[in-house]
């Protein structure tokens, strides 16, 4: 049987017209597949699913994985002998090849995710084509026929709000598409979320996209600007992704923009794990992902409750495989059908809430700027010689970072270098007066363990 990108795209439309029953057969098929494949190709989970059944379509059976273990085993964790923690790292940390193809074959991404730990992913054809194949699917039921027609007409501009200057995912994607070239190329525009907000602002009213698509805290602060008539576009589409949202937040982004708008929630290991629907629930692709919600025990948590965290199996990526895998996330399963009618799983989201940082300005006017956390999130990713960091907001117009150096950096040499790029980021929003002071504590966990980011003053 042949994935071609046409080919994924009739099977998805297949499954979804089948119903529930032939979606979870391709789930139990393809994960009985990635498992054999994980098994013969990764010395890393050979020895871990040694005295598991030849076959297992049941992911409880198999052990639960974590972002930190599997960093740990990188090179024993890949399928693919010529991928290496070193050789992927040193990749990662060239801004010049963002887009390219690492080994001549995959896309690299980096993120540090909200657990602020940064993560190296490689990601195989087949995920990038399951990605775009479910993305298509998903925009087509979102704008209707007639939706797709009139973004036709309007030319099909999306406009791609990302974090750039790395190998985020988003990024790196896009530099891929523009490289490769191709009729996809024309029809997309990205814009830096670190682009000063007027900029911005001024940006997207001369480009006049069909469709804006971007991280959720960038698209409510444009929310902001549109309803404060600096910013007047009229997409077809806004779909925020990347933090979770609420209907009071979809409903006012659609009242700013006069539009549909919907939501995504997904992450680097599983970008195409799920996408909202008009009742305002997620729906999981669950015939290329497995979601599990469970308690702390890694229990099954029954439908209806918000879990203690989340499994995840990513059923696409051969080269690096997430299998049973523990996002960190809250997550509510779906008692019954949803009244939109589809039959995959439907889920609300209760963790990874992004937080707008908010400055006075320094001009005594009383106004403010507000700055995505992915501003500075991705500033901090994107520094080599960081484990781990913590941006806390600590007085109207003060910053504290705290900062785990990764083994073998110069602390004083990568507090240079991040000194200097929050100064440009604050200076380049008329944020000047703003101090940002070194701590000397590393970052802090919550009570529940996990490291916030950003934290905005309370």
């Known amino acids: 049987m042949s994935e071609s990108k046409a080919w994924l795209g009739r099977d998805i439309r297949r499954a979804r017209k089948q119903g529930t029953a032939a979606i979870m057969q391709r789930q139990r098929d393809r994960l009985a597949g990635m498992v054999a494949y994980a098994r013969a190709a990764s010395p890393f989970y050979r020895k871990l699913y040694r005295g598991l059944p030849d076959r297992v379509e049941d992911p409880a059976l198999l052990p639960v994985t974590d972002k930190k273990t599997l960093m740990a085993h990188f090179d024993n964790w890949v399928t693919d002998r010529d991928v290496t923690h070193e050789k992927v790292r040193a990749f990662a940390d060239d801004p010049g090849l963002i887009g390219q193809r690492f080994a001549g074959k995959y896309l690299v991404a980096t993120t540090s995710g909200t657990s602020g730990r940064r993560g190296l992913f490689v990601l195989d054809d087949r995920y990038m084509d399951v990605g775009s194949a479910l993305i298509s699917r998903a925009l087509a039921s979102w704008l209707g026929p007639a939706g797709i027609v009139r973004a036709a007409v309007r030319g099909g501009r999306f406009a791609h709000l990302v974090a750039t200057g790395g190998h985020y995912a988003s990024f790196a994607g896009y530099s891929r598409v523009i490289r490769e070239g191709g009729r996809r190329g024309k029809l997309l525009r990205a814009f830096s979320v670190h682009t000063p907000m007027p900029q911005l602002v001024a940006q997207l009213n001369a ?119 523990d996002l960190g996330d809250s997550v509510l399963l779906r008692p019954g059908p949803c009244p939109c009618g589809s039959p995959l799983a439907a889920i609300r989201v209760r963790g990874r809430a992004g937080d707008v ?89 919550t009570p529940g363990g996990k490291y916030r980011t950003v934290i905005p003053l309370t």
Do not use: K
């Not at 997409?235 to 539009?259: N, Q, S």
């Not at 501003?375 to 910053?399: H, K, Y």
């Open 357 to 445: 940082l908010t400055f006075p300005t320094g001009s005594g006017s009383g106004g403010h700027v507000s700055l995505s956390p992915l501003a500075f999130g991705t500033l901090f990713d994107r520094t080599p010689g960081i484990e781990l960091f913590q941006i806390e907001q600590t007085a109207p117009s003060a910053l504290r970072v705290r900062m785990l150096p990764a083994a073998g950096a110069d602390p004083d040499r990568v507090w240079r270098t991040v000194l200097q790029e929050l100064t440009r980021l604050l200076t380049g929003n008329g944020l000047g007066h703003v101090t940002v002071q070194r701590a000397e504590e590393p970052p802090r966990q």
């Open 207 to 325: 480009y006049r996209p069909a469709v804006t698509i971007g991280y959720t805290s960038t698209i409510m602060l444009l929310t902001a600007e549109q309803e404060a008539g600096r910013l007047h576009i009229r997409p077809l589409l806004v779909l925020p992704a990347g933090e979770t949202m609420t209907t009071h937040d979809t409903d006012r982004i659609a009242r700013a923009f006069r539009t549909t708008a919907r939501t995504a929630y997904a992450a680097t290991e599983c970008t195409y794990l799920s996408h909202s629907c008009a009742e305002g629930w997620y729906h999981v692709n669950s015939d290329w992902a497995v979601l599990e919600p469970v308690d702390a025990d890694h229990r099954p948590t029954p439908p209806g409750e918000f879990s203690h965290t989340l499994l995840i199996s990513n059923l696409a990526n051969r080269v690096q495989p997430f299998l049973r895998y």
